[in-house]
């Protein structure tokens, strides 16, 4: 996983609460068994109406999403992380992120920073009056700047950690194998087993 | 410390605890399924590592596979080359596996429960949002991420940061007619879909523990619905009772000295929990969804909400574009909407108790005329008990569809699908758009409710026959 320190590009807003799973990544496109080229089913059914944010042209190319509350919620599909990120997504702003979703973007290395609203809202209108408007992110600061506008955002300390150190979990777990196997041991016989 | 069961199981299966750090929390059970899974077994071959606890996992074939002519191949090909890939990886890393035409296969979540691997006080986890079910039993379990399911996987562990909890009291007895799918259905409707963030909801009161198993895990399954991660209720004498003689159930000293711990486990009278919400059981009615989420519902006997009736501006916007999608108008009574298909299953309602529900509405009527009914049994166990009971010909009589085990129409995934513009009354839990395919349009409801619709043509209950 490549370090995330902080990132510069411009942003699309997406003015819409409780976009859930369903709507970032449709079912249809989770039947694929690969881990990439997921972009083409992002907001699948919206992106068919060429007035959808997505499409216009001022905001080709962005790598950071400004959408409303309630973001990710609904099914547990990580391949809504994939798809914003194969999209060409680094992060997510929203005033309120559902929580499988905040985890599995940890995970995959996409931030998702928790901004208030009434600075998302800011956040849009400066990126609707100037689409071209550079925006930085930075995590290490836990800061937001577009054009004047500074706007802090939270994110999980363990996250930003990792993030920040480019980490991936499985290995940081492995290292405790021993732990791990001396908790086996203690655990209750007749728990049940599926072999 | 006074601890609630959610905060006891978790403490019981901490492996590792560092400061600053997430818990690392030991899994008892994994369940695997094919469209969740294919990418983490990529991973683990992708580093050379193994699956450690191949015993405590265990996979199905659910998601997308075809309700009908189930022994011929699989006539899509991505999901036959889904299932194909949970096969090999199953094979290759010796996870035991329960394919279609395998007796123990069906929805994951309906698997679990009837082969007594469910039990009190364990973690569960499923790369599949409703493993908040198994939480019936008094198992802290949740849904995961597929890079989470790969940790799994390959640690039997995940490092996860301790939930709130909250506690959903519903006291009172539930009037005639009242099923568990409106008790949860009404709780989402009061706590909203994003109530339950950040918190494991522990449902309690008399209301909750007159519940049968099967009740009781309709009720946890949809906690995800309210943005929980989990939904728990805490083992009781109909929990024991449950799992008692099933196959993979302690037995003999074994089972005194589970039983022994399971009584431990329920949340002691002065635990504190971080929120709690009250419910009077007596004043729910058959509850149905009008809109797009799962929060958007109401009595069956109340109108269709108007935007001029919502609390914010995100809120009418919210009703505007739900009344738009479902066409439908403002005002008119959820009673009069006509519904062209009606779908009884998913693990939120495809257990056994449910298609008895089913058949006693059906029983000695007719659908109504162009009304397709399909009622898919949430695994072969359950179409094999119904079919003893002679449920099977009560639903074909009434001109409505048995098929066989499998997710279905709850997610589309296979060929039963809703058209663009179609309308369904559903028994499963999520009405988001597109959901049973792609324009189509979901009434969340009961079984009863499901059955009754059927046969009336619009939306109604056993009481309207
Ligand atoms: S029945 Fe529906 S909700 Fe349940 S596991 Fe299958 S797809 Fe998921």
Redesign the interface.
Known sequence: MEKFITHTGTAAPLRRSNVDTDQIIPAEYLKRITRHGFEDGLFGAWRKDSDFVLNQPAYQGVSILIAGPDFGTGSSREHAVWALQDFGFKVVLSSRFADIFRGNSGKGGLLTGLVDQADIELLWAAVEANPALEVTVDLDKREVRAGDLTATFEVDDYVRWRLMEGLDDIGITMKHGDVIAEFEVKRPAFMPTTA | MAKTLAEKVWEAHV??RAA???D?L?I??HLVHE??S??AF??LRA?G?AV?R?????ATEDH?VPTIDILKPIA?P??K??VD?LRANCAEFGV?IYSLGNVEQGIVHVVGPQL??T?PG?TVVC???HTSTHGAFGALAF??????V??VL????L?L?PFKTMAINVDGELPVGVTAKDVTLAVIAKIG??GG??YVLEYKGSAIRALSMEGRMTVCNMSIEA?A?AGMIAPDETTFEYLKGRD???AGA??D??VA?WATLPSDADAKYDAEVFIDASTLSPFVTWGT?PGQGLPLTANVPSPADAVDE?DR??IENALEYMGLTAGMPLRDIKVDTVFVGSCTNGRIEDLRAVAEVLKGRKVASGMRMLVVPGSVRVKHQAEAEGLDVIVKDSGAEWREAGCSMC???NPDKLAPGERSASTSN?N????QG?GGRTHLVSPAVAAATAIKGHLAAPADL
Do not use: C
């Open positions: 492996v590792r600053g750090e997430p690392l030991y008892d059970l469209v969740t294919p990418q990529d991973g580093t590592r450690r191949p015993e405590l996992t265990l997308n899509d991505i999901s080359a889904q890939a035991p007594g691997l039990q364990m790369g599949d949002s849904g995961i991420g597929t890079s989470e790969e940790h390959a640690t039997q562990t490092p940061k879909t994003g963030q950040g943005g991660r993979r159930a302690p074994m089972w000295e589970a711990y989420n995100t916007v919210a997610l589309a995934m999520r988001f758009e597109g959901r792609p």
